[in-house]
């Protein structure tokens, strides 16, 4: 990819304008070790495609990792670039408020969203947008997490009208898939601390074969793992001070309970671990370090043997 840093850094001055705490320094170094050798992978795949189709890219990464943040980047520079792009999350789609209730009917432990997504309809999106002509329209829901109290909801549609080149699709669970050796769930890991906790987790996991198809449809994961992955807990509870000084947001306890609750849905050190080990369905680890840098780019297999 032809990006001159230092002549074209002012094209992420947006990003600094809404992010004081990125510096251009640091962000002139992920740029060179990082976004462009990534930017041109995924070129290079698209380039190779038959067909004039989207490339659908899946970025996992726990809560608080910086997805939000590399999108932002990403769309930059493919722009920049000459390539259009969409980035949906695994979050729009969410089920309805009302379906969700339907399912605590069934089983109240869903206190929470966690796994609880409309397959069909990601798998539905992202096949029209993969094969968008122009002139087309894809509707995409949205999806509002603090509606309903807090429970979330889907609140409307979002119009897509430009035929993408590359589909960006990210998740705090996406490409979880389900461990066939539950014994994992027994060893002590955090969240896991209850046989209550433990059985749900074991349910959960059988819950992910569903989730295949759509993960199956991924041309090319981007695994943002972060080894020290109890610093999300820290990470979160820094970005509710803020909301906190405002009377809002959650305490330090309530953020343990929140977190650990989706942990016990896709645990970091269990499916998103052997995530990052898949030699078969991921192509790219990005170790993410606890102050939110890009420590280093892996194989799975180099993954595997650096963090066991």
């Known amino acids: 990819m ?28 992920d ?34 990792a910086g997805k939000t943040t ?47 997504h409309d397959i069909p309809l990601a798998m539905k999106n992202l096949t029209d947008l993969r094969t968008m002509k122009d002139g087309m329209e894809v509707e995409v829901p949205i999806y ?7 429970d979330g909801d889907r609140v409307g549609w979002k119009v897509i009208t430009k035929k993408p080149d590359f589909i960006f699709y990210d998740g705090w669970m996406l490409g979880a898939r389900r461990v066939l050796d539950k014994s994992i769930f027994e060893v002590g890991l955090p969240a896991l601390d209850t046989p209550e906790h433990i059985q749900f987790a074991k349910d959960i996991n059988e819950k992910l074969s569903d989730y295949e198809p759509l993960w199956d449809m991924i041309e090319f994961m981007n695994v943002l793992f972060v080894p020290h992955y109890q610093v999300s807990l820290k990470w ?11 009377g809002k ?25 052997n995530l990052a080990h898949d030699s078969t369905h991921t192509q790219q680890v990005t170790v993410i370090a606890d102050d939110h840098s890009v420590r280093e780019i892996l194989t799975p297999l180099e993954a595997k043997t650096k963090y066991p």
């Open 2 to 29: 032809n990006f001159d840093i230092e002549k074209n850094i002012t094209i992420f001055n947006p990003i600094f304008e809404k992010r004081p705490e990125i510096s251009k320094d640091n962000l002139k170094q």
């Open 31 to 64: 740029l060179r070790n990082y976004y462009l050798p990534y930017i041109q992978k995924l070129i290079d795949k698209k380039k190779q495609k038959k067909n004039l189709d989207g490339l659908i890219v899946g970025i996992s990464a726990i809560q608080g």
């Open 70 to 116: 590399q999108g932002e980047v990403l769309e930059i520079l493919l722009k920049f670039s000459g390539y259009t792009c969409v980035s949906l999350s695994i979050d729009d789609h969410y089920v309805t408020h009302e379906e969700l209730n339907k399912l605590r009917e069934k089983g109240p432990r869903f206190i929470r969203r966690g796994v609880t």
């Open 144 to 150: 509002d997490k603090g509606a309903e109290h807090g």
């Open 236 to 246: 979160r509870d820094q970005a509710e001070e803020i909301l906190r000084a405002q």
């Open 249 to 273: 947001g959650m305490s330090s306890e309530q953020i343990k309970e929140f977190v650990h609750y989706f942990w016990r849905s896709v645990h970091p050190a269990i499916q998103i671990k």
